[in-house]
């Protein structure tokens, strides 16, 4: 579905214009039925392709997952993989930096946990929240995050270079569906253990995490790694757009089973 891709895509060089795209949009599917549907086959083709990345163990995809809180990093991550072999594909979830990490440089730890060939990784937050997160909280000056942009940017690129396909998902959740979504982590008890005070802080800080958002998807949506803004105020849609994007950029990498044994075609079990 090149159209959808296109739709979603931040093309190099230029401004997403976050504020401009709806996040409760429903893209991909004229019905939520549909879209359901949809994803199953997606979910389907999605294994598949990830058995096929696993044999042949040349080459990587990295799913950068970035938003707000509640965006739905989480239940996309729970929705589209539920049919990839877990022998293969990981989450790493990054907090905020503590022990060794704040000993190194900000990509050390990012590195460590990029995946190996063969398997899919998935990066619930990464790198992008030190020129996010750390922005917006003044953690770090401005030249110390400004110059950061160029070091992802090569990072990626070596990533790339190296093997490693790299697609990155903004999923842009509206305020006022955050508000909701914080509610319900309030009310349930389910969803309790997810609530933060800081997430209220964060909330408080909203204009700003948007224009550094903003910023860092213009500075760092490049022609090797782009980035992909998803409307994600409707889970089944936002799952979709994600696993349409996905499984793109598998086929783009096209794994190729390894041959098998010679005489294999000749072999009787007793
Ligand atoms: P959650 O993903 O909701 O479990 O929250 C993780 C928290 O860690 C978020 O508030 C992130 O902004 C924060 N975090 C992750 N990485 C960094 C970082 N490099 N610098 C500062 N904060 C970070
Ligand atoms: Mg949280």
Same mark, same amino acid.
């Given at each position: 579905?090149?159209? +959808?891709?296109?739709?979603? /895509?931040?093309?190099?060089? #230029?401004?997403?214009?976050?504020?401009?795209?709806?996040?409760?949009? !429903?893209?991909?599917?004229?019905?939520?039925?549909?879209?359901?549907?949809?994803?199953?086959?997606?979910?389907?083709? +999605?294994?598949?392709?990830?058995?096929?990345?696993?044999?042949?163990?040349?080459?990587?995809?990295?799913?950068?997952?970035?938003?707000?809180?509640?965006? $739905?990093?989480?239940?996309?991550?729970?929705?589209?993989?539920?049919?990839? /072999?877990?022998? $293969?594909?990981?989450? &790493?979830?990054?907090?905020?930096?503590?022990?060794?990490?704040?000993?190194?440089?900000?990509?050390?730890?990012?590195?460590?946990?990029?995946?190996?060939?063969?398997?899919?990784?998935?990066?619930?937050?990464? &790198?992008?929240?030190?020129?996010?997160?750390?922005? @917006?909280?003044?953690?770090?000056?401005? &030249?110390?995050?400004? !110059?950061?942009?160029?070091?992802?940017?090569?990072?990626?690129?070596?990533?790339?270079?190296?093997? *490693?396909?790299?697609?990155?998902?903004?999923?842009?959740?509206?305020?006022? =569906?955050? !508000?909701?979504?914080?509610?319900?982590? %309030?009310?349930?008890?389910?969803?309790?253990?997810?609530?933060?005070?800081?997430?209220?802080?964060?909330?408080?800080?909203?204009?700003?995490?948007?224009?550094?958002?903003?910023?860092?998807?213009?500075?760092? #949506?490049?022609?090797?790694?782009?980035?992909?803004?998803?409307?994600?105020?409707?889970?089944?849609?936002? /799952?979709?757009?994600?696993?349409? %994007?996905? @499984?793109?950029?598998? =086929?783009?990498?096209?794994?190729?089973?390894?041959?098998?044994?010679?005489? %294999?075609?000749? @072999? *009787?079990?007793?």
């Amino acid at each position: 579905m090149p159209h +959808l891709l296109d739709e979603l /895509n931040v093309a190099p060089g #230029s401004p997403p214009r976050l504020a401009e795209r709806d996040p409760d949009q !429903r893209l991909g599917a004229s019905s939520k039925d549909e879209g359901l549907e949809r994803l199953e086959r997606l979910v389907e083709r +999605l294994g598949v392709l990830h058995n096929r990345l696993f044999a042949e163990a040349s080459r990587a995809v990295l799913l950068v997952l970035q938003g707000m809180d509640t965006a $739905g990093k989480d239940g996309t991550t729970r929705k589209v993989f539920t049919g990839v /072999n877990p022998q $293969g594909c990981y989450v &790493h979830s990054f907090k905020e930096p503590a022990g060794a990490e704040l000993e190194h440089d900000y990509l050390w730890r990012v590195h460590q946990v990029c995946p190996a060939r063969g398997e899919i990784a998935i990066f619930n937050r990464s &790198h992008y929240e030190d020129v996010v997160a750390v922005r @917006v909280r003044r953690l770090v000056e401005q &030249h110390v995050w400004q !110059r950061r942009y160029e070091h992802i940017r090569g990072f990626e690129r070596m990533l790339t270079d190296e093997g *490693t396909a790299v697609v990155k998902v903004f999923l842009h959740v509206s305020k006022e =569906e955050q !508000r909701k979504r914080l509610e319900e982590r %309030i009310e349930n008890p389910e969803k309790r253990w997810k609530f933060r005070a800081g997430d209220l802080e964060d909330r408080r800080l909203w204009d700003d995490f948007q224009s550094a958002y903003e910023d860092a998807l213009r500075e760092t #949506s490049t022609d090797w790694a782009p980035w992909y803004v998803v409307p994600a105020d409707h889970n089944w849609s936002r /799952n979709l757009c994600v696993a349409e %994007i996905l @499984v793109a950029a598998l =086929e783009r990498i096209d794994p190729e089973l390894p041959e098998p044994e010679p005489g %294999i075609e000749n @072999v *009787t079990i007793v």
